[in-house]
């Protein structure tokens, strides 16, 4: 289906709000979209890793002369389909994606509730998959800073030496430089988490680049009855000149002054809930509060282009 014919389905009739969060491995992904999914609740929301579309599990991907990342190593045209029948409301059954082993892991009936989350490698690298999206976000953090994750992850929870992991690295990095990275230039919002100060052991501060491809939340008015010492916006230029506006959050700011920022974000959506306690969430179980933040810029968005319902009504 051409995309524009997408678009206009989807305008016609009701529809679940469409989230794509995308990223090279070990950017960040699932730590973000884990907690939208916590904040909304299973009855609210569907969460999808288009990671699962892969032919070849982690042994067979040994064999092709390709890597991962390749078309020729995905289910590209199923997943297009599975995200247009999202978008339209209808349910589908996904590929589940087993991360040790990688796919094939069977799969699971998906049935789209009000809000859609997104996440993976490759979910709106094409026309077609941009289309089924309300708002898409690409997680780019500074390569040192993700090499480093992925080497502490893939190396820990995944049972594989350092020296395994950095060669995967490596061998990818052509693919990756061109199918996963130009989907940053299509993102409504880009996402930089950094340390603080730029020293390697410093907590994480954030860097949101909101281009005006969607309509963002009012940060000017929202963080103007806070201090500004937290977060403040700023207008800025993307690294090929486009004008954005940036929204920079210091790891190491005053805790309270951070939850107020994240108290006003959240009160300007009028949501009848109290904030959610999830958020902000690390793997380690700690709170960073620009993560926190940054999930609730992205809740701002899915709520305010989706249908948010008080249980029991």
């Keep these: 289906m051409p995309p524009k014919l997408t678009r206009i389905r989807r305008a016609e009739s009701p529809r679940p709000a469409m989230l794509a969060v995308a990223g090279d491995s070990a ?11 916590e904040a909304l609740g299973e009855d609210r929301s569907t969460s999808v890793c288009v990671d699962g579309y892969h032919r070849h599990d982690r042994r067979e991907r040994r064999g092709p002369p390709v890597t991962p990342l390749h078309p020729a190593c995905e289910h590209a045209g199923t997943m297009e389909r599975d995200l247009r029948l999202l978008a339209m409301g209808r349910p589908i059954p996904a590929p589940a994606c087993g991360h040790r082993d990688g796919p094939p892991a069977g799969s699971r009936l998906i049935e789209p509730r009000d809000l859609v989350i997104v996440e993976g490698l490759l979910p709106f690298r094409t026309r077609p998959a941009r ?69 390697g052991e410093a907590p994480l501060s954030v860097t949101l680049l909101l281009r005006p491809t969607v309509r963002h939340p009012d940060l000017a008015r929202i963080l103007a009855g806070t201090t500004g010492s937290a977060a403040r916006l700023v207008p800025a230029r993307d690294c090929d000149g486009t004008p954005v506006d940036a929204l920079h959050v210091d790891g190491e700011a005053d805790p309270l002054e951070a939850d107020a920022v994240a108290r006003a974000i959240w009160y300007d959506l009028g949501v009848p809930e109290p904030l959610p306690g999830c958020l902000g969430r690390m793997p380690g179980g700690s709170r960073n509060e620009p993560l926190r933040i940054t999930q609730l810029v992205l809740l701002h968005h899915l709520i305010r282009a989706g249908v948010w319902r008080v249980p029991g009504e």
């Design 27 to 37: 950017a960040g992904k699932t730590t973000v979209t884990r907690g939208l999914a």
């Design 131 to 199: 289309a089924c999206f309300d708002v898409t976000v690409y997680l780019d953090p500074p390569e040192p800073v993700r090499l480093g994750w992925k080497a502490a992850r893939d190396a820990g929870r995944r049972g594989r030496t350092r020296e395994r992991v950095l060669a995967g690295i490596a061998g990818r990095e052509a693919d990756s430089a061109v199918l996963v990275r130009p989907q940053r230039q299509e993102a409504d919002i880009v996402v930089r988490f950094e340390p603080a100060g730029g020293r």
